[in-house]
């Protein structure tokens, strides 16, 4: 038991992404306080474009650990966001929620424009948790003590306070990965290259351009989503990149150049040296 994940007072949501760090806290919070009152809710915001082994991932976390896990998707109801309680089998796979913001809006989230994940997941959340009268509440976050930079204070989106259980326990990615080499499960995401191919969101544009490229050429069937996108508004996610263009030149690529250290621009989430 860890006193650093004891539950404050007041309402709280655990959020719960669906990726290792995420799921740590979790049981973390479980591990020390055993069955959760109705006070706390565990929510995922799918926004239909997460990977597979995702959604399973977290199915079999609430499945192992005896705690339920609420799913919401956005949805428009009467011109207004809103959300819908979905489950495992019947969540979105094929972006629909994510599609539906980009017509209501007519633009494309971006790096500094990220309205995909202020309105698919923390006012989708949002609407949910407001069903039950509650004005505002301690959100559980999984950042780690290495990230303590991105800790926020104060009241966020004018709904709740940011809680960081991991922060104060001063754990850091170490202790993930020396908690997942011991459980008999594990999120499963592809390996591609001797690489796992990071991230829930299958081709967050703020993925570097060689996790792109992989996608594109290992998941052709994810990447035209992203196209498609691109070509509906005529617009771009990354303005530095034309995902049609970049399709077309991976696809005439040979697989070594995936094995060749710095081969695409950003390969290290910087500028592009090419």
Known sequence: MDKNYKLPEGNIQISFSGGRTSAFMLHKILESNGNLPDRVKVVFTNTGKEMTE???????????????????????????????????NSASRNGEPFEKIIKRYGRLPNALQRFCTGILKVQTGAKYLQ?????????????????????KDGLINNWYYGWYPMIAAEHTIDDVESFWSKQSFKLKLPIVNGKTMMGNCDMCFLKS????????????????????????TGKQFNRDRNLTKMSSYVNRQQDWVFDQQGYFCQVDDGDCTG
Request: hydrophobic share 40%; charged share 30%.
């Open 209 to 232: 351009e060689a996790q792109i490229a992989m996608m594109m050429r290992q998941f052709p069937e994810k990447a035209q989503w992203w196209i498609d996108m691109e070509k509906k």
């Open 54 to 88: 995702t959604l399973d991932f977290i199915q079999e976390c609430s499945h192992r650990w005896n705690v339920p896990v609420i799913w919401v998707e956005y949805e428009e109801i009467e011109t207004k966001n809103s959300f819908k309680i979905v489950n495992h």
């Open 131 to 151: 069903t039950f009268k509650w004005k505002y509440w301690k959100n559980a976050t999984g950042i780690r003590f290495d990230e303590k930079r991105r800790q």
